[in-house]
């Protein structure tokens, strides 16, 4: 079995032939060709592990050409061939990406040293990335949580498409995490050393955008007192990940389309092409197949976006990683605030279940770090849980409490054999003055308070009061609470405290 494959580029025959005889005699398979484009051809059929490269090309120069062969493969090893030796040459060489450099003549026994060293190290770069992906896979990417069968599909897909440099659309509603995906992507590919950049396009008005993306040259603008790098150019190598998308306008979608097409752009009020390698990631809670549609999204940018796309399901579609959510939130913030472990009694929990979160996993976020800091203790109720999550739990107590004269639904009978007997507008009435009989209560009859969680202004609220003929003094743990149409409600309803 060979040492390692070698391919030479070198326009000399004796020095290629001569470098064919040394590097075979020591068990290396060689390739040769004396061309830059007969290399690159080379290099796309097959892969190699050390590449020999003069720097002196008829067609091209090879500091160059390297750069090129760079982008395309960052952990190919390199040698440089030179006629002359020098501090120059060996910062050109090391900049340009070579491991090392000889000239000519050289020693043999020295260049078969240097060659050996340099697939070693190829070897070595190839088994950290291998080991590095080995790991995030093994822990499922630690910044992604879910054990629902969606998410697990969807991180296969990212785990096999990470390691690619094709642009990725990722779709979903705000607050499922799509930057977390995007990070995901950029981490457990061969870019993960160098940078993320995140750019909410969204929230930069439109007339800094561009400059923000492109940068901009010494009076391009008013402000513009020097030149500035655009985020591409920050990013080169790395990875630039657009948010919302859909809200860039028409001419910065044109420009965006030719850097995807050709890497490449122009500074503003430059003249100068600046080339990137970028891998771009796009994420969008919108259709843009329907704004394409309305004319307000560039198809022909769409498919440039669209090569591989990805859906991150809505929290509601994969209730079963609530729990899990849950765990590592509450470990977060108990952690930041200083406190000892928390959790929610099964009360609560089964009300985190139950709620749709149309806010998603930053909503659920939220919920837990506010039940964390109001928290006085180990376990947490339903009382730490904001109204919005805590809603339906109210309308199903106030329909248990109604149940015996509100109209049976379908599939269900009237309870006790007994039709109802109540208009709607008794039962409409009935159903308004429960439902702020128990927010009061919630609130310690503070009415204020009240009308902020109800998001009505509390003249409203006493209005309501006074039609409903509702007690405003707090009931006591023993005061009754009859059904419709009982005592309790009847002296209550009869009341003029409010009056």
């Not at 000889?102 to 088994?127: C, F, H, M, Y």
């Not at 139950?354 to 770090?369: A, I, K, S, T």
């Not at 199903?396 to 004269?405: H, M, N, S, Y």
Request: glycine content about 6%.
């Amino acid at each position: 079995m060979p040492k390692g494959s070698i391919l030479v580029i070198d326009d000399e025959t004796e020095i290629r032939e001569g470098l064919e005889a040394l590097l075979s005699s020591e068990g290396f398979q060689v390739t040769l060709t004396d061309t830059a484009t007969s290399g690159l051809a080379k290099l796309e059929d097959q892969p190699f592990d050390l590449l020999l490269l003069d720097v002196s090309l008829p067609d091209r120069n090879g500091l160059d050409l390297l750069r090129e062969i760079r982008r395309r493969d960052p952990y190919l090893s390199v040698i440089l061939i030179t006629a002359f030796g020098s501090i120059d040459m060996a910062r050109a060489a090391f900049k340009s990406g070579a491991q090392d450099y000889i000239t000519k003549p050289w020693s043999n026994d020295e260049l078969v040293a240097q060659v050996s060293l340099a697939i070693e190290g190829r070897r070595l770069r190839e088994e950290n990335v291998q080991l590095k992906r080995a790991l995030k896979q093994r822990y499922n990417f630690p910044n992604i949580i879910g054990k629902s069968e969606k998410m697990l599909a969807l991180l296969d897909l990212v785990t096999q498409i990470a390691p690619s440099r094709s642009t990725v659309l990722i779709n979903g509603e705000s607050g499922t995490g799509k930057e977390v995906i995007a990070k995901a992507i950029h981490s457990a590919s061969t870019r993960t050393d160098k940078a993320f950049i995140p750019v909410n396009t969204g929230s930069i008005p439109v007339d800094l955008l561009e400059s923000q993306l492109f940068g901009h040259v010494k009076g391009a603008f008013t402000s513009a007192v020097a030149s500035k790098k655009g985020l591409f150019e920050v990013a080169d190598q790395g990875t630039i990940f657009f948010d919302e998308i859909g809200t860039i306008g028409p001419e910065t979608q044109a420009k965006l389309l030719r850097v995807i097409q050709e890497r490449e752009f122009m500074r503003l009020g430059g003249t100068d092409t600046i080339k990137v390698d970028v891998r771009i990631l796009a994420a969008s809670n919108e259709d843009l197949r329907g704004l394409v549609r309305e004319g307000k999204f560039r198809e022909d940018l769409y498919h440039r976006l669209n090569v591989i796309s990805l859906y991150l399901p809505p929290l509601r579609e994969r209730k079963e990683d609530v729990p899990l959510l849950v765990e590592r939130f509450l470990e977060r913030y108990c952690q930041e605030n200083g406190k000892p472990p928390r959790s929610f009694t099964n009360g609560a929990m089964k009300l985190l279940m139950d709620y749709d979160w149309p806010g998603n996993v930053r909503e659920l976020e939220n919920v837990v770090e506010r039940g964390v800091v109001l928290s006085v203790q180990e376990l947490m109720d339903v009382d730490l849980l904001p109204e919005s999550v805590r809603t339906r739990e109210i309308v199903k107590g106030v329909r248990l409490q109604l149940a015996e004269f509100l109209p049976p639904m379908p599939g269900e009978s009237a309870l006790h054999g007994n039709s109802p007997s109540h208009s709607l507008f008794e039962i409409m009435e009935e159903v308004e003055r429960r439902i702020i009989v128990d927010m009061l209560e919630r609130t310690n009859w503070n009415q204020t308070e009240a009308a902020e969680r109800f998001q009505i202004p509390l003249s409203t609220l006493n209005q309501k009061i006074k039609r409903l003929g509702i007690e405003t003094r707090r009931r006591t743990a023993s005061s009754p609470r009859g059904g419709f149409g009982s005592e309790a409600e009847d002296s209550a309803s009869t009341a003029s405290t409010t009056r």
